[in-house]
């Protein structure tokens, strides 16, 4: 049982863009901070700012910043928007299961149950909940410079 | 965000060994049944064998059983046996992650609490309350004569 790679890297572009409140992030700048793939992390930016967890500023000096602060941004919604696939076995989708048992089986509803527990915990946080602490943060990112020890 | 190919089959071919609480049952009735792969079944048996959950008697007539009452089968416990892989995001293998964010992010705190939800929840259930009413289910699975309306 894994998140995609798509949703992994939605909540690690929310954390990076939360890292620079002040500022606007470029989807080069997260791609290399992160060493990911700059076109997956395109298509994740689309979805998010579709969604408006994020939003994007034309023209030159441009980029991308959070579409709200991060105390508002729930990490169960975010999941939510960008897991496509919450059918966890084959017969959530009852009109397409082969199983011959769908009709009366009662493993969906437990499933569909313990789904609910996952996404009801996740609703406990949001992204800056998970931003604690943030200096550290930017310090492993390159945003902010090494203490410098005298 | 989905159970495994082997974890779906794993349920099933517990279910189908409660339906024949007086019998036993073959790899092959379970796979027509079903209509999937004898191999595949074979490697679910083979491990849920290995964890206690289902038997074998071995020689002419025998076959596949329940290893303990389907009551006392809870479905977390299963679910931890047969799903290999419960890292949602790469990050929680630390050593392992590239994620440069790993030594200081709080998202593996959540994840890790949402799973644990999730697994609670299904902890409540056993493979008995799958199986309620089991009659109609054994009429799905052609173990028992559809009614006669006379």
Known sequence: MRLTLHTDLSLRLLMFL???PDGLATIRDAAE???VSRNHLMKVATQLGESGFIETVRGRGGGL?????A???GIGDVIRTTEEDFRMVACFDP????CALAPACRLRGALADALWAY????DKYTLA???VPDRSMRRLLGLEDPVVRR
Chains 1, 2 share one sequence.
């Open 18 to 20: 939360a890292l620079k």
């Open 33 to 35: 901070c992160y060493g």
């Open 65 to 69: 910043r959070l579409g709200r602060p």
């Open 71 to 73: 105390a508002e941004i």
């Open 95 to 98: 009109g397409r299961s082969t």
């Open 119 to 122: 996404l009801s915990a996740l």
């Open 129 to 131: 909940d998970l931003m």
